[in-house]
């Protein structure tokens, strides 16, 4: 029997004046940066829920509360890590994961290789199957009037073995 499942993350975040932009475990130069319990990387958060929810293991929220303090300030590569654990206990493997950030600025594709690099090893996939694209929302809405940033994530995974 073939087990392959697909998850699907959705994660925003609101800007906010005196953090540093984090997307994809990389510093991204910005006036703003993003409002959370965490860094605050949407576009990890996305990958996280997108993994977790293939798996049939809840959500981000449900493993990383932002009630803990334990989790405050924390580097969202170290939830990815966490995260790639629970699936390899859960008997999967990652086969690809395809990231959508929206956002009207700054502009991110030249960001892109560098984020893949951090975000491969922890995945365990090669760089090639880690999907990057960014898009605006034509300024339409919140994220159009420049208030936040959205990420969408979907992942595939396979039972290992």
Partial sequence: ???????????FHRF??????????????????????????????AVCDALLGAAGLG???VHYPDTDERFRGISSL??????????????????????TV????????????AMRGRLAPILGIAEDRVGL????SETMGALGRGEGMAAWAVCLI????
């Fill in 1 to 11: 029997m073939i087990d392959d499942r697909v998850g699907l993350g959705i994660d």
């Fill in 78 to 99: 170290t939830l990815l890590e966490d995260v790639m654990r629970k699936i390899g206990a859960a008997g999967y493997c990652l086969g690809n994961v395809d990231i």
């Fill in 59 to 61: 959500d981000i929220g």
């Fill in 16 to 45: 906010a004046e005196g953090r540093p932009l984090v997307l994809g475990g990389v510093v991204v130069p910005s006036e703003r940066g993003l409002l959370g319990h965490s860094d605050a990387d949407v576009l990890i958060h």
């Fill in 133 to 136: 694209k960014a898009t605006t």
């Fill in 158 to 161: 396979r039972k290992a073995g």
């Fill in 102 to 113: 929206i956002a009207e600025r700054p502009k991110l594709a030249r960001h892109f290789t």
